[in-house]
């Protein structure tokens, strides 16, 4: 059973609204990734952080912003959601030698 | 870092039947990673094969890999409606490089 969990499950949130999408693990791993899919397509990376105050952008280009200021959170913000931010987002942890990564449930977000 | 690349984009075969799909990449690794998802959720582990394995098992699924043509493939036997999902191969050359994904194979079990 994967331990990193993802929160809202699912959120529907007006224009121009900030939102914080939440991501924590508990088995101590280095690394953590987010990722934006929409349905059917494939997954992008848009963050990623290999520790403690080291954050990334992804292979996509984002308007979100991530951070990592403890090992086993790593929250995803948007500050003025717009609907082009609908889709599905989804965080993942790995340890230093990427050996497995374990994914969350994913959050669906929706811009209304 | 590198993504993989699967092939077929698409697959449909009756429930009972054997499924392979195929992943290609280009620089060397140390080791290829396949993972399926099922239908909105994240994805899950299925196999790792390290560079210097030819062949890998794990209950149903057989996974190979040819590090000569850069290729692996993922067998899965006797196939089950449960099966149906998307399956993603990840190949990873040392622990720094980023965690990227293909577009996947789509698999789809007939009853």
């Known amino acids: 059973e994967a331990d990193i969990y993802q929160t809202p499950r699912y959120l529907v949130i007006g224009t121009g609204k900030k939102i914080t999408l939440e991501c924590s693990q508990t088995?101590?791993?280095?690394?953590m990734y987010w990722y934006q899919q929409d349905p059917g397509m494939e997954l992008h990376l848009i963050h990623y952080?290999?520790?403690?105050?080291?954050?990334e952008k992804g292979d996509l280009s984002s308007e979100s912003t991530v951070s990592r200021i403890r090992t086993e959170h790593f929250p995803l913000t948007l500050e003025s959601a717009r609907p082009s931010h609908t889709s599905q987002y989804l965080c993942?942890?790995?340890?230093?030698?990427?050996?497995?990564?374990?994914f969350g449930q994913g959050t669906r977000l929706t811009v209304v | 870092s590198q993504q993989g690349e699967e092939d077929p984009q698409a697959l449909s075969i009756q429930e009972g039947e054997n499924a392979t799909m195929n992943c290609s990449y280009k620089t060397s690794i140390n080791n290829l990673q396949w993972y399926r998802q099922n239908s909105g959720r994240g994805l899950v582990h299925l196999i790792l094969i390290r560079s210097n394995e030819r062949e890998k098992h794990s209950g149903r699924l057989r996974v190979t890999l040819d590090t000569s043509k850069k290729s692996s493939s993922l067998l899965i036997t006797a196939s089950r409606a449960a099966d149906t999902a998307s399956y993603f191969c990840a190949p990873l050359n040392f622990g720094n490089e980023k965690l990227t994904f293909g577009t996947g194979t789509r698999l789809t079990i007939i009853p």
């Open positions: 952080s290999y520790g403690v105050n080291s954050t």
């Open positions: 993942a942890s790995t340890d230093r030698l990427n050996t497995e990564a374990f």
């Open positions: 088995m101590g791993h280095d690394k």
